[in-house]
């Protein structure tokens, strides 16, 4: 009986570490019940509010890396740029010690400026919100300085937070299996999943995406699946009306299907059905009429040498691609069997001067199909691609 009760408490915690529910959203925001606020576009997760009084530099970095908002345990001081990408001269509240700042509302901050990572001999960066200002202070300033942990949102909680189930989860339906990556049929149009291999049955991330017809290709974000309870349960956006929500399915223990219906969170009647065993992924070019439709559809699900497994949806011509790297995606046209359009991440190693698609961290790509591989180039920003993309289907 105690075994039972342990088991179950751990259940539980885990939970709140997989699920938190949102609680309320602003544009590309969304603030979860666990004192958590997720960027979208960037995949970064910060925390609700501020450390709420002056504090010198050391004391906040301190401060971000103890930090264990919603139970995780990798959170940081922010960069410089990543504070600045918040910043939104269209939104204004007053913080707490009567300046306006320029942010989003589900951030709270209580002053006008929060530390930053960067440091130059005895100076620290720091970002300003009432002016949309980047400065270098003295370390040990600490008057209207705060901390603002952040931490990457594509990461499930640390090894030491997940409970690894062996014994106790003897007999879950997907143990030692591929999960739900792969394409299924459904009733809103095919949908591609694609996440990592599962690993002594803890949760893995999910990014995919669905296409409902006539160029109407929706996106699955933020994604967990738990192959314990067999409960995938994501962020859905449809570019073409703005409609998003929070989705879950339950997935049946032959693994083949997965229904969604609508409960607290939102959701709508959704079911998915496979033919395939879980981890196997659809030929596209299985040619059964003996014409070469190699050289115009590579919907599927594709490696790549450097950035993960990528799930291509194709409408047409019309091309977009989640991959795995920085919560990535890819937006473009195929012309013949040559894919040129951008890349689009929730960061990279070089920041851009101006956003697309909402994001600063994006670049020019060209890729050119050849039956199972394919291989091209990509590029920072608007510079010229030249540096290798290679991989081939799945």
């Given at each position: 009986m105690?075994?039972?009760?342990?088991?179950?408490l751990v259940l539980?915690?885990y939970?709140?570490f997989?699920?938190?529910?949102?609680?309320?959203?602003?544009g590309?925001?969304?603030?979860?019940?666990?004192?958590?606020v997720?960027d979208?576009?960037?995949?970064?997760?910060w925390?609700?509010r501020?450390?709420g009084s002056?504090?010198n530099?050391?004391n906040?970095?301190?401060?971000?890396?103890n930090?264990?908002?919603?139970?995780y345990t990798?959170?940081?001081?922010?960069t410089?740029?990543?504070?600045?990408g918040?910043?939104d001269q269209?939104?204004?509240?007053?913080?707490d010690c009567?300046?306006?700042?320029?942010?989003t509302?589900?951030?709270h901050l209580?002053?006008t400026?929060a530390?930053?990572?960067e440091?130059r001999?005895?100076?620290?960066?720091?970002f300003?919100?009432?002016e949309g200002?980047?400065?270098?202070?003295?370390?040990?300033?600490?008057?209207s300085?705060?901390?603002l942990?952040?931490?990457s949102?594509n990461?499930n909680a640390?090894?030491?937070?997940?409970?690894?189930?062996?014994?106790e989860?003897?007999?879950?339906?997907m143990?030692g299996t591929g999960?739900v990556a792969g394409?299924?049929?459904?009733n809103?149009?095919?949908v591609s999943?694609t996440?990592?291999?599962i690993?002594n049955?803890?949760?893995v991330y999910v990014?995919g995406?669905w296409?409902?017809?006539?160029g109407?290709?929706?996106?699955l974000t933020?994604g967990t699946?738990?192959?314990?309870?067999?409960v995938?349960?994501?962020?859905?956006?449809?570019p073409w009306?703005?409609?998003?929500?929070?989705?879950k399915?339950k997935?049946?223990n032959?693994?083949?299907?997965?229904?969604?219906?609508p409960?607290?969170?939102?959701?709508f009647d959704?079911?998915?059905?496979?033919?395939?065993?879980?981890?196997?992924?659809?030929?596209?070019s299985?040619n059964?009429s003996?014409?070469?439709?190699?050289?115009?559809?590579i919907a599927?699900?594709?490696t790549?040498?450097t950035?993960?497994?990528?799930?291509?949806?194709?409408?047409g011509?019309?091309?977009?691609v989640?991959y795995?790297?920085?919560?990535?995606?890819i937006?473009?046209k195929?012309?013949?069997?040559?894919l040129a359009g951008?890349?689009i991440?929730?960061?990279?190693?070089?920041?851009?001067s101006?956003?697309?698609?909402n994001?600063f961290?994006w670049?020019k790509l060209?890729?050119t199909?050849?039956?199972?591989?394919?291989?091209g180039?990509w590029?920072?920003c608007?510079t010229e691609?030249k540096?290798d993309?290679?991989?081939?289907?799945?």
């Open positions: 105690k075994k039972a009760i342990a088991v179950l539980v915690v939970a709140g997989a699920f938190a529910g949102e609680k309320a959203r602003d590309r925001f969304i603030a979860y019940d666990n004192g958590t997720l979208t576009n960037t995949n970064l997760m925390a609700a501020d450390n002056n504090i530099w050391q906040a970095k301190s401060y971000c890396e930090y264990r908002g919603g139970g990798d959170w940081r001081m922010p410089q740029d990543e504070l600045a918040l910043y269209a939104k204004t509240y007053k913080s009567g300046w306006d700042v320029n942010l509302d589900l951030i209580t002053c400026w530390w930053a990572s440091t001999g005895s100076d620290a960066a720091h300003v919100f009432d200002g980047r400065y270098w202070r003295r370390q040990f300033r600490d008057v300085g705060r901390a942990p952040v931490r949102g990461q640390p090894s030491s937070e997940v409970p690894l189930f062996k014994a989860t003897q007999g879950s339906p143990s999960g394409t299924w049929n459904s809103w149009g095919p999943l996440h990592e291999p690993v049955n803890q949760p990014t995406s296409n409902q017809g006539d109407k290709i929706g996106q933020n699946f738990d192959p314990v309870s067999g995938l349960k994501f962020s859905y956006y449809q009306n703005g409609a998003h929500g929070i989705q399915f997935l049946s032959d693994g083949r299907k997965m229904e969604g219906h409960d607290n969170e939102g959701g959704w079911v998915c059905t496979s033919s395939l065993q879980q981890g196997e992924h659809p030929s596209v299985t059964q003996g014409s070469d439709n190699s050289s115009n559809s599927g699900t594709w790549s040498d950035f993960g497994d990528m799930t291509i949806n194709q409408s011509s019309d091309i977009i989640s795995t790297w920085q919560n990535g995606r937006i473009g195929l012309v013949g069997n040559v951008n890349w991440q929730g960061s990279s190693d070089q920041r851009c101006y956003a697309k698609e994001s961290y670049g060209n890729i199909f050849s039956g199972n591989s394919y291989s180039t590029g920072y608007d691609p540096t993309w290679k991989g081939k289907r799945k």
